[in-house]
């Protein structure tokens, strides 16, 4: 075939590929325009899932008549005018194309009356082709209708997924701007039926009452951070987490913005306390110099990039771990307190501190910004709990200054294992040899799987060799788990090797290790002499992280000395 230049309506479809991949896609860049356009009422109504119909109306600026038809033509855009303002931008479109691309596969009418305009205008484009305008009397705002999208696409109809699916990622999609400008009223209508409805109060937790519920939205904590620039959101406590990534949601600067990097930032913020597996729920909104980021990465304009990702990252999670730990779930811990200036100067690295239990004039609840969160207590305030007894086989019973704690041995010891593995794995990992090697057989399919991953093994301090068909000989295990049976450990490895498809890519240290001291914990149900109790405890309070297990349960409860009081009905009496 000779080469020769497409025509333009093959050519508007192309690019509307890019922009326009699912009815959620044309509601994101129609809500965007009446933002742009300062509305603060927006209505949207879908009705088959997007592909009847997708209709939003606001009442906004609204576009001059004698705007109207380049607004639907392609590269006209009302928002930027030279190249350099791209690293500027304010609005969230820029490229001129969303309006051109929509027209190009649907039947599109844009009918709208600009603020200093008595009359209003209509276009309709149908599938790219010539555009008719006429007056049309209408009230000061926008409606943009799209009706029969793709019809003129078939393949691209058939590339959709479910109408349940295109209709939650509308309502994900209304509901975190909603989330994220909560001085606009947002109004979702679908096939009749009002989906969602925000006040427009500019109370971001009132809008996400709407869309998270009432029972998760009184429980997220607020994030707020004015320095060194405004982050504003909220995040699940560390007992609300959910088992995937998606409902952590960035706005930066107005734009929903999914960055993988940013994500992580934000799940390292809580460190160990989410089990494995799950995350939190957070909506983060922040604002960064224009010219921080650079916006025209992606047609769909959901991709930026950061020009300091660092700062910016650093930022979140101190802002996030304030709010955290700000919100400490167990109120009776006290937080503790920055370092007293001279105690240890700036250039000295901070030592961890292990949390206290119980509280004295020196520590405050409250923690002041910019400071580091951790502290140096002296090691003789560490231990503060005394061991009772146990019961259950299960629970040791310990006072405390401030009283009663409950501490449950199998998660306690977890935490303690997983703290000083980390160490160890941190430095050298201490290995121990056995007195007499262990020799192991497996399945072939998990006999396979160790003899690739041996070298990684011996990282974590196992030395193992094969020793005949399916058999491997293990001489040496990690020094702090020697007091555990060895085949018992190495199984352990192999399961996690086996649920990820890609081990070496999948192998997250914290998960494995965690899951190793899961194993090696001592059980429930084991009588412990006082000695071993008191040992436990003492170890516990010297971890960094001592409420929770690796997998972010509770190691301990605590019933303060009101609360009993409180119970057998004495309070008041002291
Ligand atoms: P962009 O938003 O990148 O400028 P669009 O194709 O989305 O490109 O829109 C083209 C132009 O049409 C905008 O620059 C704006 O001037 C005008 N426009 C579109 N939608 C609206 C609206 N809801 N209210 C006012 N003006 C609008
Ligand atoms: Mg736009």
Not at 53 to 58: F, G, H, K, P, R
Not at 121 to 144: A, H, L, N
Not at 312 to 341: C, D, E, G, H
Not at 516 to 537: N, Y
């Amino acid at each position: 075939m000779a080469i020769k230049l497409l025509g333009d309506d093959v050519a508007s479809q192309i690019a509307a590929g890019e922009v326009v991949e699912r009815p959620a896609s044309v509601v994101k860049e129609l809500l965007e325009n009446a933002l742009d356009a300062n509305a603060t009422v927006i209505t949207i109504r879908v009705d088959g899932a997007g592909k009847k119909l997708i209709e939003v109306s606001d009442n906004g600026a609204g576009i001059p008549f004698d705007e109207l038809a380049l607004a639907v033509a392609r590269h006209a855009t009302s928002k930027l005018s030279t190249a350099e303002e791209l690293f500027s931008v304010r609005t969230l479109g820029f490229r001129g194309e969303a309006l051109a691309s929509i027209g190009s596969v649907s039947k599109m009418r844009v009918v709208s009356r600009s603020m200093d305009e008595t009359a209003g205008g209509k276009i309709e484009v149908e599938g790219g082709g010539p555009s008719r305008i006429e007056y049309s009397g209408v009230p000061q705002g926008t409606v943009i209708t799209v009706e029969d999208l793709f019809y003129n696409v078939p393949a691209r109809l058939k590339f959709l997924k479910t109408d349940a699916t295109e209709r939650s990622a509308i309502t994900t999609l209304v509901s975190k701007y909603a989330a994220a400008y909560p001085h606009i009223r947002f109004d979702l209508i679908m096939d009749g039926k009002r989906v969602l409805q925000t006040p427009g109060k500019g109370d971001m937790r009132e809008v996400l009452i709407q869309t998270l519920g009432l029972d998760i939205a009184k429980r997220m904590l607020e994030v707020q951070q004015d320095f060194p620039f405004p982050i504003h959101g909220y995040i699940s406590p560390i007992s609300l987490t959910k088992p995937s990534r998606r409902e952590i949601t960035f706005f930066v600067n107005g734009r929903w913005v999914q960055d993988p990097a940013l994500t992580s930032a934000l799940v390292q913020a809580y460190h160990t306390y989410l089990m494995v597996g799950r995350y939190p729920i957070a909506f983060i909104s922040m604002s960064i110099p224009a010219d921080e980021l650079d916006v025209n990465v992606h047609p769909a304009k959901s991709e930026v990039r950061f020009r300091k990702p660092d700062e910016i990252f650093t930022s979140v999670q101190r802002a996030v771990r304030r709010a955290l730990m700000a919100y400490s779930p167990v109120p009776m811990m006290a937080i503790p307190q920055w370092n007293k200036p001279g105690s240890s100067g700036m250039s000295q690295p901070v030592e961890s501190a292990p949390m206290l239990w119980g509280q004295d004039e020196e520590v405050s609840t409250e923690i002041a910004p910019g400071f580091p969160l951790q502290t140096a207590i002296p090691e003789a305030r560490a231990s503060l709990l005394r061991v009772v007894g146990q019961i259950g086989a299960a629970y040791i019973i310990a006072e405390g200054p401030d009283g009663l704690y409950l501490i449950d041995q199998h998660a306690a010891h977890e935490r303690i294992l997983f703290e000083k593995m980390q160490t160890s794995l941190a430095s050298k990992v201490n290995r121990q040899s056995l007195l007499v090697p262990v020799t192991l057989t497996f399945d072939a399919v998990k006999a396979a799987i160790i003899a690739e991953q041996l070298d990684v093994l011996d990282q974590y301090g196992f030395n193992i060799e094969p020793f005949g068909p399916n058999s491997f000989r293990v001489a040496e295990v990690p020094a702090i788990l020697s007091g555990v049976d060895p085949e018992e450990a190495v199984r352990v490895l192999v399961e996690d090797f086996e649920e990820n498809e890609t081990p070496l890519a999948n192998l997250r240290e914290a998960k494995l290790i965690a899951r190793i001291c899961k194993r090696a914990a001592i059980k429930a149900g084991k009588t412990l002499s006082m000695t071993e109790m008191e040992q436990l405890v003492r170890d516990l309070q010297t971890c960094e992280s001592p409420r929770s297990c690796p997998h972010g349960r509770p190691t301990m409860i605590h019933l303060s000395v009101e609360t009993l009081e409180r119970q057998f009905g004495r309070q008041g009496s002291r």
